[in-house]
């Protein structure tokens, strides 16, 4: 089991900036890949930022140039840094993290912290 705690949500406006950060625990060393995700009011939840222990890194095309996904592996924490916020940022945000047992990719999922941005 793994289990993930995220900080660093809350209310900005426009242009402004926010980290967040989700700390795993438990059976963090088998952790491959970690990311974020959001989900709107009425709309699905979608990928904004991955990354693999390697280091590579997937955006969301809506957040390429503004946001910045980064992971301290030792201290088992993923990051999300962003800049230039714009009110359909606002959503909740929820932190994943996915674990490789054999062929079967296990995912972990953080409470999630709202982010909202203001006009």
């Known amino acids: 089991q793994v289990q993930l705690v995220e900080s660093g949500g809350g209310l900005v406006q426009a242009g402004g900036s926010l980290r967040l950060s989700c700390a795993a625990s438990?059976?963090?060393?088998?952790?491959?890949?970690m990311g974020w995700y959001r989900q709107a009011p009425g709309k699905q939840r979608e990928l904004v930022a991955a990354?693999?222990?390697?280091?590579?890194?997937n955006y969301a095309d809506s957040v390429k140039g503004r946001f910045t996904i980064s992971r301290d592996n030792a201290k088992n924490t993923v990051y999300l840094q962003m800049n230039s916020l714009k009110p359909e940022d606002t959503a909740v945000y929820y932190c994943?993290?996915?674990?490789?047992?054999?062929?079967?990719?296990?995912?972990?999922w953080g409470q999630g912290t709202q982010v909202t941005v203001s006009s």
């Open positions: 994943n993290a996915k674990v490789l047992v054999g062929i079967r990719t296990d995912d972990y």
């Open positions: 990354i693999i222990r390697g280091g590579g890194t």
């Open positions: 438990g059976r963090a060393f088998g952790i491959n890949g």
